[in-house]
């Protein structure tokens, strides 16, 4: 059974940086993409960052939103890529999801929650002005 797990929300301040983990276990990925999705209290789940591996080869895309702030990553070959966040604005404060799929999506796949099979539970990202 695979598992995802969020980690390393929490509540900051305006200009603050943060670092979001995601760690998988029950299997492990040569294939796939990776993205970070959020969803604020009474709004939609929005796409924030993705990662495509496909063999030796990455990519990434983000959202106009956070380009320039935010970088997805891969910290090391057991975990999957992180979100290092950057210059927190309050319009950043939401639950923070980890999604993968063991397939190269197609560029315009990537955005939408319906073409990832594993989520993990979320975590809590709260930026004070």
């Known amino acids: 059974q695979v598992q995802l797990r969020e980690s390393g929300g929490g509540s900051v301040q305006t200009g603050d940086s943060l670092r979001l983990s995601c760690t998988v276990s029950?299997?492990?990925?040569?294939?796939?993409?990776v993205a970070w999705f959020r969803q604020a209290p009474g709004k939609e789940r929005d796409f924030v960052a993705a990662m495509r591996r496909s063999g030796g080869n990455r990519d990434t895309s983000y959202a106009d939103s956070v380009k320039g702030r935010f970088t997805i990553s891969r910290d090391n070959a057991e975990n999957m890529p992180s979100l290092q966040m950057n210059s927190l604005k309050p319009e950043d404060t939401a639950v923070y999801y980890c999604?993968?799929?063991?397939?190269?999506?197609?560029?315009?796949?990537?955005?939408?929650?319906?073409?990832?099979?594993?989520w993990g539970q979320g975590t809590q990202v709260t930026v004070s002005s």
């Open positions: 999604a993968v799929t063991p397939r190269r999506l197609i560029t315009s796949q990537i955005r939408w929650t319906n073409d990832y099979d594993y």
């Open positions: 029950g299997r492990t990925f040569s294939t796939y993409t």
